[in-house]
Structure formats: structure tokens, C-alpha cells
């Protein structure tokens, strides 16, 4: 489901930037449809397997690198979207992400994410996560984001929010579609 809610705002002629992207999940679904597609996580395992699977499928527009999202190696307004799937809620400072993910979009180019809100989600929900934590570990770091403060770090950053859609209810997942704001 967040695979196609994310590619379908994808373009044939787009240079993307997933942002978190883990064993490459997102894009690979997002390869076939874009011009060129940079997955970047921290884990050194994580961009090892999404490598191997890049290598396997023989998908010469997508790259895997082990790269820091506060510090990108990107020229300024490389990319034409950056996408993040489930990762803004596991950093230490995902502003400071949101803010490196602006520097290397091009002007009106767009920041797509789905978040999960925990801080949006019901005492249940709440249990469910300790459950998994208890099951697989706690992550390294865990924010608790509501709607409402996910969609004020990206204003506060300068991005117009073009759709804001709960795509999970139970634990409250978002979707957002951020436009870099023009220079005046």
C-alpha cells in the first residue's frame, strides 16, 4: 500500500532520493517509473542488500549508498523528489534531515513521506509498539510524532504541504506531499 500511495506521485523524468531506504523495498517499486533513483540509509548491512537485489534485477537508473541524511553528498537541487518511508520517526533530529532533503531539491520539487504518528494513535496502538519493542528491540531512537507537529517540522523548513492524508489509522501512519517553496 505505501509502495503504490509513493510511486504514484513519481514521474518518468525524475531524479529521486529515498531517504531511509533499508533493503530498498520503496525503491525498488519506484525504478521502473523514474528517470534515476539514489536509495541512502546509514546501515552499512541494510545498503548491502539492497545492493545485492539491485545487482540480481540488473536495474542500471537505481544506486544504493551508505550515506548520513543530516550530511548528504548531493549538489544543491540535484533531485527532483525525495522520498521517506517510515524513517523520519527513527532519527535523532529528522528536521535537520527535512532541512538537507530541501537543500538538494530543485525549486517546486517535493519532499514525499509517510510517518508514523504514534503521538496521533490510541492507548492500544501504544501497547502494540511496546509489544514490538519487547519482540525485536528498541530502536536506536523513537519519536512519537503527532500530525500536527510532522506537518509544522516541513512547514517550518519552507515546504507547502500539497496533501496531507492519514493513510493507517491504527497506528496513525501519514502521508505528506511537500513542494519546496519558491525563492522570492
Known amino acids: 500500500m505505501f509502495r503504490a500511495k509513493i510511486s504514484s506521485y513519481i514521474q518518468p523524468d525524475d531524479a529521486v532520493l529515498e531517504v531511509g531506504t533499508g533493503t530498498g523495498d520503496i525503491a525498488f517499486h519506484i525504478a521502473p517509473i523514474a528517470r534515476k533513483v539514489v536509495g541512502i540509509d546509514i546501515s552499512p548491512e541494510m545498503i548491502t542488500v539492497a545492493s ?23 549538489a ?15 532519527m535523532k533530529e529528522p528536521f535537520k ?22 503521538g496521533d494513535s490510541g492507548f492500544l496502538e501504544q501497547l502494540k509498539l511496546i509489544k514490538w519493542i519487547i519482540l ?10 503527532t500530525s500536527n507537529g510532522l506537518i509544522a517540522c516541513f512547514e517550518k523548513a519552507g515546504f ?9 489509522k491504527k497506528p496513525v501512519a501519514l502521508f505528506l506531499r511537500c513542494r519546496k517553496v519558491m525563492a522570492d
Not at 545485492?52 to 548531493?74: G, H, I, M, W
Not at 507547502?160 to 493507517?168: A, P
Open 76 to 90: 544543491e537541487s540535484y533531485f527532483t523528489k525525495v522520498v521517506s518511508c517510515n524513517s523520519l520517526q527513527t
Open 136 to 145: 525485536y528491540g528498541k530502536p536506536k531512537y523513537w519519536l512519537n510524532f
Open 52 to 74: 545485492r537485489k539491485c545487482s540480481e534485477l540488473n536495474l542500471k537508473n537505481l544506486t544504493f549508498q551508505v550515506e548520513d541524511a543530516y550530511r548528504l553528498p548531493f
Open 160 to 168: 507547502e504541504i500539497i496533501r496531507k492524508e492519514v493513510v493507517w
Open 97 to 118: 534531515a527535512i532541512i538537507e532533503g530541501k537543500r538538494v531539491l530543485k525549486e517546486g520539487g517535493e519532499f514525499i513521506c509517510i510517518t508514523y504518528c504514534f
